[in-house]
């Protein structure tokens, strides 16, 4: 069995947990924190990445709160906050390779670790929900499949 699925050509780890209307993924760590980043959804929907910025490390954010920004030419993305905690690590590598999101968006291209004071996932789905969720979303949002630039990373290299 495969670890991850496709839908319309998009990539979807399937241990990873998808707020698929935020194009967020989340995968929870054994301290405690979770790491977040953008789906191959998101890096096609948005194009080249530009310019990934970052709010203050060790800092406390309400859930929705801004905790970074990624910029492509015709997006600009927020990555929020999924519930109330702490921000504890960014991946200083998108400041000077922001194209990591668009080429490893489940491996090198993570963008923040964070410390959620109470880890609930009730607005996540994961494994075969997550895709059906986001082929529907697809579908509902008329987009096209997902494109992946030389030298993306699948989830399993």
């Excluded at 967020?24 to 929907?45: H, I, K, M, N, Y």
């Excluded at 492509?72 to 194209?99: H, I």
């Excluded at 004071?117 to 949002?141: I, N, P, S």
Aim: with cysteine; glycine share 8%.
């Amino acid at each position: 069995m495969s670890d991850f699925t496709s839908v319309r050509s998009c990539v979807l780890p399937l241990s990873l947990h998808y707020k698929v209307e935020e194009h967020l993924w989340l995968r929870p760590e054994a301290d405690g924190s979770v790491t977040l980043g953008f789906s191959d959804v998101a890096q096609t929907t948005a194009g080249r990445i530009l310019v990934v910025s970052f709010r203050p490390v060790n800092a406390r954010y309400k859930q929705g709160k801004t905790i970074a920004i990624v910029e492509s030419a015709k997006w600009l993305g927020p990555l929020r906050a999924p519930m109330e905690g702490t921000l504890v690590a960014v991946n200083e590598s998108l400041l000077e390779d922001a194209g990591l999101v668009n080429r490893s968006p489940y491996r090198k291209g993570w963008v923040v670790r964070f410390r959620p004071d109470a880890l609930d996932l009730k607005d996540f789905v994961t494994g075969a929900d997550a895709a059906q969720a986001y082929e529907g979303y697809m579908e509902r949002r008329n987009l096209d499949d997902c494109i992946h630039c030389e030298g993306y990373e699948f989830p399993d290299d």
